[in-house]
């Protein structure tokens, strides 16, 4: 009886251990976590659209070194993600996903490359949206990978990857705000195309705010970032008419798209705290 006890006991053991490392494991997108592997999928979402927007902003002649920097540091940390993503993606989905994400970058660096004037920040208008499109097909994969690993198992925090990518989405919003406001101004020709552009950034950034607003992971800390944004966003929620018809300056734009997305990347590196804990 005592034998048979022992047994049972060790069975029961066993089969703590084994749910307890598939769990880990389910939360692991190679040697970082999956919460981590959003994040950093979704900041190669932002600097897809903070590149091009130096690279505008430069061609447009506004002389700030912290542009310049901003171009060559964006240009670096994007290449070095890549390899991260890539080294540690496991599904087919994920690896063809930045396949075409290396294809479309590689194209898109030879552009950046080249000097900065308006045929050139043309071609980076119309460049750019696809190596968004892409970098985003790489943060869904992602998160789907991480719910399916997860699917057999209690997580409560398992909607936090949706979180974490709609948060840090918000920090690509920013910048393509301000890209698209440069935009309007260099080529008047396509300015109503890229006006609707700024307006859908626009509200899409506008309607997050009060999704993570109302979010039941919220910290004090969350919340207090959120009121930064807040104090920030302010000025272009009770001007709305002014940011599309360009009444803000282009140095005006770039501060304050910038603090914005200063400001996000803490929010979202602060869910993925919560994520990971």
Do not use: H
């Not at 692991?28 to 505008?56: D, E, F, P, V, W």
């Not at 992602?142 to 990857?161: G, P, T, V």
């Not at 919340?223 to 599309?244: A, C, I, P, R």
Request: charged content about 20%.
């Amino acid at each position: 009886m005592k034998k048979k006890s022992t047994t049972i006991l060790l069975t029961i053991l066993i089969t703590l251990i084994s749910n307890t490392y598939l769990t880990a494991q389910s939360n692991k997108y190679g040697t970082i976590s999956y919460a981590k592997a959003i994040n950093i999928s979704g900041k190669q979402r932002m600097l897809s659209q903070k590149i091009s927007k130096a690279y505008l902003l430069t061609a447009k002649g506004i002389n700030d070194q912290s542009i310049k920097k901003e171009l060559n540091s964006s240009k670096f940390i994007f290449e070095k993600q890549l390899q991260i993503l890539t080294k540690n993606a496991s599904s087919s989905s994920t690896k063809l996903s930045l396949k075409k994400v290396r294809t479309l970058w590689d194209d898109f660096k030879a552009i950046i490359a080249s000097t900065p004037d308006a045929q050139n920040s043309l071609r980076i208008v119309k460049a750019n949206t696809n190596l968004l499109k892409t970098c985003n097909d790489v943060v869904i994969s992602i998160e789907n990978s991480y719910n399916y690993n997860n699917q057999f198992f209690q997580n409560k925090n398992k909607d936090l990857a949706k979180t974490i990518n709609i948060s840090g989405r918000q920090r690509m919003l920013s910048q393509r705000l301000c890209l698209y406001y440069t935009a309007t101004t260099m080529f008047k020709g396509d300015s109503p195309e890229y006006k609707k552009i700024l307006n859908e950034t626009y509200e899409k950034f506008d309607n997050t705010i009060g999704e993570l607003l109302i979010s039941s992971y919220n910290s004090t800390d969350i919340e207090e970032e959120l009121g930064v944004v807040m104090s920030y966003w302010e000025k272009f929620q009770t001007n709305k008419n002014g940011l599309l018809n360009g009444d803000f300056t282009l140095q005006e734009m770039f501060a304050t798209t910038n603090q914005l997305t200063k400001s996000f990347n803490k929010i979202t590196n602060l869910y993925e705290d919560v994520a990971n804990n």
